[in-house]
């Protein structure tokens, strides 16, 4: 009965190499989000989408980009990973913006060699 | 931008005494306030939250207390057990998130409960 999946929970890639990150919900959710989390550090917004409604946080990177081809799936794409980007990614969905909780996956740990 | 201030990083206390965490926020628009848990490794979790209409919400061992004039918020654990330990994140969403629900976190607590 899991809500909001990640997938992989492991991702290893290369300097450069892009890599796509995927998350899905049972939940029949408006909204799903994708935060950046670093070690030791509170999550940070990258982008979430209303429906098929796509907002970009001011600070993040052209090099993350994201897709929502219905509303049980989101991906997140990173163009060009840099050791920078080595973090965990959390996929988060809520019913809407003024609902209340946000309901976080498990996320995927994204190593970059 | 809105900001949360959240004291203090690291908190260790004993097995069975109780625990606070306090936040303040910057927008006094803000009005939803929640609390998550995270373990080492795994996702946040809510534990607990409020509204700007409410001072105070409990749940067992947790509470919440909201002071609107004053701009903070705190969460209180009594009777803390060893399976509390963890990082905890206190966040707030308001009219500076431009209705897009964002929620601003606070930088987090680790919490360790020594048996």
């Known amino acids: 009965d899991a809500m909001v999946i990640q997938n992989p929970r492991y991702q290893v890639t290369q300097f450069g190499k892009p890599v796509t990150l995927s998350c899905s919900q049972t939940?029949?959710?408006?909204?799903m989000y994708w935060y950046q989390q670093k070690s030791s550090q509170a999550p940070k917004l990258l982008f979430h989408?209303?429906?098929?409604?796509?907002?970009n946080e001011a600070d993040t990177p052209d090099n993350f980009q994201s897709r929502r081809p219905n509303t049980s799936f989101c991906f997140l794409d990173i163009r060009s990973p840099g050791l920078g980007d080595a973090a965990m990614y959390l996929c988060?969905?809520?019913?809407?913006?003024?609902?209340?909780?946000?309901?976080f996956g498990p996320g995927t740990r994204l190593t970059v060699l | 931008g809105e900001n949360v201030e959240q004291h203090p990083s690291t908190l260790s206390v004993q097995e069975g005494d109780s625990a606070v965490i306090k936040c303040t926020y910057s927008?006094?628009?803000?009005?939803?306030f929640p609390w998550y848990k995270q373990e080492l490794g795994k996702r946040p979790q809510l534990i607990i939250d409020?509204?700007?209409?409410?001072g105070e919400k409990k749940d067992q061992r947790i509470a919440v207390t909201l002071n609107k004039t004053a701009k903070h918020f705190s969460l209180h654990i009594t009777e803390t057990q060893p399976e509390d330990s963890a990082v905890y994140f206190c966040?707030?969403?308001?009219?500076?998130?431009?209705?897009?629900?964002?929620?601003?976190f606070g930088q987090g607590t680790t919490l360790q409960v020594k048996p």
């Open positions: 988060a969905t809520s019913r809407d913006f003024n609902s209340g909780e946000q309901f």
């Open positions: 939940l029949n959710h408006n909204v």
């Open positions: 989408y209303y429906d098929k409604d796509f907002n």
């Open positions: 927008d006094s628009a803000s009005n939803y």
């Open positions: 409020i509204r700007s209409n409410v």
């Open positions: 966040a707030a969403r308001g009219e500076a998130s431009g209705n897009t629900g964002k929620l601003i």
